[in-house]
């Protein structure tokens, strides 16, 4: 009997100081902690790859419409404003705001978003579909889409995300956020 209550003590010790780990209690550093190494500065690719194209400005961005298949990487972060998305705004778009990359037909290229961001988007859903891409098939990676905002204007089923609003089986997205 003895033997079998200081098993239980044991796996009760074991389980608090999981519980415990990495948290500090009253005031003391845990005993141990499973942390990751300090922030690390992240890195940026500073030079296009070869047979890429890179991403440097908002119209840099809307051209990738224009090739689905392509590869492309972004070399710093998009930020849209306010008045990209007003009426005579450059993407206000009968006021729908962005309109998705591959929205009729799937991107099936490369996105590399080199741990950059598009920031500020707005989307306004009047259709059936919404996000920075519209329907991937390709391989987005890398990119963040920070401060956007993404509206549903009817009663349709609609697909909306800040990635992609449809990611097919074979499409991937990858270590973005």
């Keep these: 009997k003895m033997k079998r209550c200081w098993k239980r003590l ?8 999981l519980c415990l780990q990495g948290t500090p209690f009253w005031g003391m550093q845990p005993l141990w902690t499973a942390k990751a190494d300090a ?4 890195s940026h690719v500073t030079e296009v790859p070869a047979g890429y194209t890179g991403i440097y400005t908002k119209e840099d961005l809307n051209a990738v419409r224009n090739n689905l298949s392509g590869k ?6 998009i930020v849209f404003t306010e008045s990209d998305f007003a009426v005579g705004g450059p993407y206000y778009n009968g006021g729908q705001g962005w309109e998705p990359i591959g929205e009729s037909t799937s991107f099936s290229g490369i996105f590399d978003g080199n741990s950059f961001a598009v920031i500020n988007l707005n989307i306004l859903i009047k259709n059936e579909i919404g996000g920075l891409f519209g329907s991937n098939e390709g391989v987005i990676q890398n990119l963040g889409v920070q401060n956007s905002k993404i509206s549903v204007s009817s009663d349709l089923m609609v697909y909306a995300g800040g990635i992609a609003a449809k990611n097919h089986s074979n499409g991937k997205i990858i270590n973005c956020h």
């Design 10 to 17: 044991l796996a009760c010790a074991a389980a608090l100081m």
């Design 39 to 42: 922030a690390q500065p992240i």
């Design 72 to 77: 492309y990487i972004l070399m710093n972060d």
